[in-house]
């Protein structure tokens, strides 16, 4: 096994896949993650709504806006409907580079995340505090002098900073050209998305799991889109954005397109 592979305390990741229904996870991720649904039971259904939103997100920027290429940042387990593969559907010829810095998500991407034969499917091992080095690998892979998706989900709150988060969004998008898209959903304890049992929850992840994260308000999580022009309908419950209906959930989602 390899061993950056921590099993005695739980792990984003592998929560994350286990509340979405999968079985890439250990006791403990399954501990804690029934401990946070204790405290907030609809956690799953925010896991699942962002999953979603990734889906319908996808498809409308690759049958939408032409869109061939993806940087899909904080990739975590690979289930069903992957980047690649909604992409691929629209468009077999489309490029994706995931990055994640987790072993345990390396391991199954290598094996999972396998491209069509026209498109190119590449994983970079890289943390999301390291820009620079996630723009240098993925230039290997992508052409930056042509629109790109940078998908970031779930993952800016794990930045605990806000500063530091809005320069790492500002560093990626100063490298896209015209066109170029930045998708982002996060976490919030906004009373109007039902957030409040968020922070027992997420009081509880922090003392018990790892990385740490921290929830924003509308305010701060609509600045990591300062320069670019938000898609609609804007900044939204995730769940709600390309399916006005659906029932809220406590987690933000925007696109916004660079012009």
Request: hydrophobic share 40%; glycine share 8%.
């Amino acid at each position: 096994m390899n061993d950056r592979i921590r099993t005695d305390i739980a792990h984003n990741a592998r929560v994350w896949n286990y509340w979405l229904g999968g079985k890439d996870n250990y006791p403990v991720d399954r501990g804690v993650g029934d401990q946070v649904t204790a405290f907030y039971p609809s956690i799953g259904e925010v896991a699942r709504a962002d999953r979603a939103f990734l889906g319908r997100v996808v498809t409308r920027l690759a049958d939408g806006t032409g869109l061939r290429q993806f940087l899909d940042i904080g990739t975590g387990l690979p289930t069903a409907d992957n980047t690649h593969e909604v992409a691929q559907r629209v468009s077999p010829d489309a490029r994706i580079v995931y990055v994640d810095n987790d072993p345990i998500v390396l391991t199954h991407a290598r094996a999972l995340l396998t491209s069509s034969p026209e498109g190119v499917t590449e994983y970079v091992d890289a943390d999301a505090h390291d820009p620079e080095r996630i723009l240098a690998a993925a230039g290997e892979v992508l052409d930056l002098e042509r629109p790109v998706a940078v998908l970031m989900l779930g993952i800016l709150n794990f930045v605990l900073d806000t500063d530091e988060a809005r320069s790492i969004v500002r560093t990626l998008m100063a490298a896209m050209p015209s066109g170029s898209h930045l998708v982002l959903t996060h976490p919030t304890l906004e009373p109007e998305l039902g957030g409040e049992g968020n922070k027992a929850a997420m009081a509880f992840w922090n003392e018990n799991a790892t990385p740490p994260i921290t929830a924003r308000t509308r305010e701060e999580f609509t600045s990591f889109f300062d320069g670019l022009e938000l898609l609609e309908p804007g900044v939204v419950s995730c769940s709600r954005w390309g399916a006005p209906e659906a029932a809220a959930v406590a987690q933000f989602g925007a696109v916004g397109r660079k012009p």
